[in-house]
């Protein structure tokens, strides 16, 4: 395993900078993750707040937005788990390179919902991100410096 990652860089030696940027994105979820649960995350309803204030501007309304509303509002403390998982196993899937379409799957559906319902409060950079996510998607970031090469060259497939 170990000598397929250090050959994940003679074979896929042109994505070095995506696997740079990669990295350190996941490390960016990770800093996240860690500065949420130092704040208190999971004692206050910080989620349910961010999506009252942002509830006059929001992109996106209708019946999901409702119902994802609701559920946010009633079951806060789920959700912020969820969060907090979802954010985590991006973190550690960028900056292991291990099941990175996957996870930029994941990536992709969070940074689209933080966009179209707090775009507000967190900033109008979150479009980028979701960007990210689908380059990281569509190239299939994890396979150099990471340990997708290993699994792409003994289960060839799509996922890897």
């Known amino acids: 395993m170990l000598a397929s990652f250090f ?17 350190v994105v996941g490390y960016q979820y990770l800093s996240l993750l860690s500065a949420r649960l130092q704040k208190g995350y999971l004692e206050h309803a910080y989620i349910s707040e961010q999506l009252n204030l942002s509830e006059a501007h929001v992109l996106a309304s209708g019946l999901y937005f409702e119902l994802f509303k609701s559920l946010i509002q009633s079951q806060w403390l789920v959700m912020t788990y969820v969060l907090l998982t979802i954010e985590g196993l991006i973190g550690v899937s960028y900056v292991l390179g291990l099941g990175v379409r996957i996870t930029s799957l994941l990536g992709v559906f969070l940074s ?19 960007y990210i996510h689908l380059l990281f998607f569509l190239i299939g970031a994890g396979r150099c410096l990471g340990l997708d090469y290993y699994l792409f060259k003994s289960r060839r497939g799509l996922l890897w």
């Open 7 to 23: 050959e994940s860089i003679k074979y896929v030696g042109h994505m070095w900078p995506v696997a740079l940027i990669r990295i």
């Open 112 to 130: 689209l919902h933080i966009f179209l319902y707090f775009e507000l409060v967190v900033g109008s950079g979150q479009i980028y991100l979701l």
